[in-house]
């Protein structure tokens, strides 16, 4: 980690000689072409399943691979790089009579590189086939999800400095002039609004030629979001303790109904499944929201670019809608279909009513904003962005909050899925991490264990199935795994402390006429080694994400009786990090998606964004117990930058509260809607009944504009109803905050916690009161009429009602 001095700064670049910078990257980055025609043609051959058979198995040890030039380097030394130097190698040796060159056929990699069109090296320049590049993606293990035919989806990091991360006009124009260079050469790009980033598909054949833009910091696999009949969360929440609020007795007779989300309207953000017309089976069974001739606005649903809505088949977005519909009948919806962090970021915007630089437009088009997706080590964990491609989402997420928008996310299910510790001690290169430091053997000797093993929940004596021959299989069986640590560019930090993270499997012992050649042991099957030496646009991360073949698999696991149809076997696997830079010491984080590591730690597992103090995070309880469930996400956040916390951050304490999970949904059946993200869901729309209930109880303070007004007025009229909806959704926080905490909804150990949060939101008797004395809070009192000074006989001041509400709401009994 290198610590710029306080008394040295950046060469922050002026606009005007920024935008040349952008400008001149776009004159050099538009003659790049010459070293490959970025329209050559690719054969129309395709390849119908992704399975890893006959030449895209990898039957040799596997050998890291080296860059060969600066644009390689930008792949990073894993699997891309190995996929584009296979590539490589089999066109010339295709093209070539001659035999490759000694230990090539052992590496799996050629001297020369891959332009934009057809292969170097020595190899006749033309089309290079879809089947070749589908064949070395294979062999590199990339998994289908990051695959359409021969294109690969990455992400594109953008050679700029933090000062220049900060300058929105200049990072705006220097990722659409890099999307301008891609898309002229044929290629689909992306910007991700506010981030240095950009998310492309790009065939295989030409991604070193994108990785040679001057322009281009970093290509890596892109980063996607994760997934974290009546609803039987809601009723545990005891839904009806809050619609009846709507009638409480002081609201004036017209105010007066069951809240059910009359006037409002909720976003959803998620993945959805829309292939055979679950939708419209949907909206038929009363399940889901439908427009009409009475309500022609009830739903609004946008696809992702390019595609049909639904277009992915999940039915996680399907559940999640079925439970905020059946708690808000009458709100109206916003639909957004998601993916990465470009339409996510695109619809937090629009559901804000937020230009792509954040600024407000007006009234936001949604009150409450909820997704149950997330990113796991993606940035640095302590509650923003900073550094990291996500940047951009945390941005709009506080633009939106700005705007008074409450948004809720999923705290993740990772608490059985990560690690964390302190980098391993040692002043040399190459440093293997102890992920038992301080264990002691009996002997007195200190246990040393360099690998993590993955596991599917500890059983299978610790086998996976490998080989496995449908693309379904293949997707459920993948290796997604993440590290990160606290070495994030800021304004007086640049990322120079380098590690390589390894997926590593058990490997048999090699034996010859009855004497063991090679003894069994853990070795590479892929490796992610991006560069981190200070350069601009570079993050403390490796990400590797892989598809195990058949040549993983080992003896050691053939007892364990894997679907020999389904799977060639069982492989064993593992994590490793390699410190490579001496003598630094860093906060270490991992994830992975799906398997148990061996060495787990729940704590500080949360997704992101849900370590935003603009977001209300949400842990899962069992509906039927209320009981935590296993793996649900913990707080708190880390310090800044990804450090160490020492304990709850101040004015960020995750997660928020609790919610039920295990529930009834037409999408997935009985108690089958598991995760943070059916808990989510369920606060979400209760806190849009919430939302209801105190803008009735304000009803005699909305803003009016006078009759003809003039330009000063219709702003300050703006003004007021944004501040007005802030302090809305502020004491409606704080409301389902009192209702948590109290009633018995306190769960775990006494007062907040890193597991429940205040506790479990589940309405009460005293529920009115714990409204009421949100609203009376000395900070909300601008939502009520002015009292007279002095006041009326009988009338009690709103700090006087503030206490005895708060007094009536903390005695709730349980329920």
């Known amino acids: 980690m290198k610590k710029i001095p306080s008394g040295k700064t950046f060469a922050v670049l002026g606009l005007a000689a920024a935008c040349a910078t952008v400008l001149t990257w776009s004159r050099q980055d538009a003659q790049q072409p010459a070293l490959g025609a970025p329209g050559d043609a690719f054969a129309a051959t395709s390849r119908a399943s992704g399975s890893f058979t006959g030449a895209s198995m990898r039957n040799v040890a596997y050998v890291a691979p080296t860059p060969r030039n600066d644009a390689q380097a930008k792949l990073g030394s894993g699997q891309l790089l190995d996929a584009v130097q296979w590539l490589a190698q089999t066109q010339a040796a295709n093209t070539l009579p001659s035999a490759p060159a000694a230990g090539a056929a052992a590496s799996g990699h050629a001297g020369g590189a891959v332009g934009a069109g057809g292969a170097s090296g020595g190899a006749a320049r033309g089309a290079i086939s879809a089947a070749a590049q589908i064949a070395a993606l294979d062999r590199a293990g990339i998994p289908q999800r990051f695959r359409e035919g021969e294109k ?64 281009v910091a970093q290509v890596s696999l892109m980063k996607m979001s994760q997934t974290a009949v009546f609803s039987d969360g809601a009723t545990a929440s005891n839904i009806d303790h ?6 409480y ?63 992915r088949g999940a039915a996680h977005g399907n559940a999640v809608t079925e439970i905020v519909y059946d708690i808000a009948p009458a ?80 705290a993740g299910n990772e608490a059985q899925v990560h ?130 073949p058949a040549a993983a698999r080992t003896a050691a696991c053939d007892a364990q009786g894997f679907d020999a149809a389904r799977f060639a076997g069982g492989g064993k696997f593992g994590v ?104 989510t869901p369920h606060v979400a729309a209760l806190a849009l009944l919430g939302l209801q209930h105190q803008r009735q109880l304000t009803n005699a303070t909305v803003p009016v504009l006078p009759a003809n007004p003039t330009a000063q007025q219709r702003a300050a009229h703006t003004l007021a109803l944004r501040q007005r909806n802030v302090s809305l959704a502020g004491s409606v926080q704080d409301s389902l905050t009192y209702v948590a905490g109290t009633g018995g909804n306190d769960l775990g150990v006494a007062g907040f916690d890193s597991s429940y949060g205040t506790g479990r939101l589940k309405f009460h008797a005293q529920s009115q009161a714990c409204f009421l004395s949100a609203l009376y809070d000395p900070a909300y009192r601008g939502l ?24 009536a709401c903390s005695n709730a009994v349980a329920q």
């Open 419 to 548: 690690w964390d510790g302190n980098s391993t001690a040692g002043a040399g290169n190459d440093v293997l991490q102890d992920f038992v430091v301080g264990n002691v053997g009996a002997n007195g000797a200190a246990i040393i264990d360099s690998v993590n093993p993955l596991t599917i929940e500890g059983r299978y004596n610790g086998c996976i199935p490998v080989g496995a021959r449908s693309e379904e299989d293949q997707e459920t069986f993948e290796f997604s795994v993440s590290l990160g640590w606290n070495d994030w560019t800021s304004a007086n930090n640049t990322t120079n402390a380098d590690y390589r993270l390894e997926l590593v499997r058990w490997a048999d012992a090699v034996v010859r006429n009855g004497r063991v050649i090679t003894p069994a042991r853990w070795v590479v099957a892929t490796q992610s080694d991006e560069l981190q030496n200070g350069g601009a646009g570079q993050t403390p991360l490796e990400y590797v994400s892989y598809v195990a």
């Open 576 to 679: 490793r990090i390699v410190r490579k830079t001496a003598g630094i010491a860093n906060f270490l984080r991992l994830m992975n998606s799906g398997y148990n590591f061996q060495y787990a730690q729940a704590e500080r597992s949360l997704i992101h964004p849900a370590d935003s103090a603009n977001v209300i995070t949400v842990a899962a309880l069992d509906a039927a117990t209320s009981n935590l469930e296993d793996y649900s996400s913990r707080g708190p956040v880390l310090a800044a930058g990804g450090a160490r916390p020492n304990g709850q951050a101040v004015g960020n304490a995750k997660p928020d509260l609790a919610n039920f999970a295990n529930v009834d949904t037409v999408s997935y059946g009985d108690n089958e809607f598991n995760g943070t993200s059916s808990a």
């Open 331 to 410: 709100a109206s919806f916003r639909i957004y279909d998601s993916s990465g962090a470009a339409d996510w970021v695109s619809a937090v915007q629009d559901a804000a009513n937020l230009n792509a630089q954040n600024v407000s437009q007006g009234e936001p088009r949604s009150q409450v904003i909820t997704a149950s997706l997330g990113f796991d080590l993606y940035g640095p964990g302590d509650g923003t962005g900073t550094g990291s491609a996500l940047k951009g989402l945390y941005d709009a997420i506080e633009a939106a909050a700005r705007n008074g928008v409450l948004v809720l996310n999923a």
């Open 152 to 215: 690969v989806k990455v992400n594109l990091g953008l050679a700029l400095s933090f000062e220049e991360v900060q300058n929105p006009s200049l990072l705006d124009r220097a990722t659409s002039t890099l999307r301008e260079t891609l898309l002229a050469a044929g290629l689909q790009a992306t910007q991700v609004n506010g981030s240095p980033v950009l998310e492309a598909l790009v065939p295989l054949a030409k991604l070193e030629w994108v990785a040679s833009l001057q322009s």
């Open 242 to 247: 809050l619609r009846t609020l709507g009638n």
């Open 249 to 311: 007795d002081q609201l004036a007779e017209n105010l007066r109904r069951d809240l059910r989300g009359e006037g409002l309207n909720i976003a959803i953000i998620d993945h959805f499944g829309n292939l055979n017309g679950e939708v419209a089976a949907l909206q038929a069974a009363g399940e889901w929201p439908r427009n009409t001739a009475a309500e022609p606005n009830k739903i609004t649903m946008r696809a992702l670019q390019g595609q049909a809505f639904g277009h």
């Open 784 to 807: 009520l009429p002015a009292q007279a000074n002095p006041l009326p006989a009988g009338q009690k001041s709103y700090d006087v009602l503030h206490t005895d509400n708060d007094t």
